[in-house]
Nanobody, 115 residues
């Protein structure tokens, strides 16, 4: 089992920055990827960024050049640094871990970008 706890969401003006954190606890063996998804009202959940066990990042086209995913293995924490935020980034952001063939999700944290 893996438990995920997100923090760092909030309200920010367009052009601003936020950093999301996700603390991962439980057995780390078998984790192949960690990342962030988001889901806006009435829309499907979509991948924002992910990072593999060998630290290879992957980004959605909509966030490339603005968001950065990173991980601190010593703290079992992943981060999402979000810069130059846009109105369309408003969403609930979910931390995700893929362990073996199972998907684990955090509870979600709201990010609201205002004009």
């Amino acid at each position: 089992q893996v438990q995920l706890v997100e923090s760092g969401g909030g309200l920010v003006q367009a052009g601003g920055s936020l950093r999301l954190s996700c603390s991962v606890s439980g057995r780390m063996l078998g984790i192949v990827a960690m990342g962030w998804y988001r889901q806006a009202p009435g829309k499907q959940r979509e991948l924002v960024a992910s990072i593999t066990s060998n630290a290879t990042p992957n980004y959605a086209d909509s966030v490339k050049g603005r968001f950065t995913i990173s991980r601190d293995n010593a703290k079992n924490t992943i981060y999402l640094q979000m810069n130059s935020l846009k109105l369309e980034d408003t969403s609930v952001y979910f931390c995700h871990v893929k362990k073996w063939n199972y998907d684990y999700w955090g509870q979600g944290t709201q990010v609201t970008v205002s004009s």
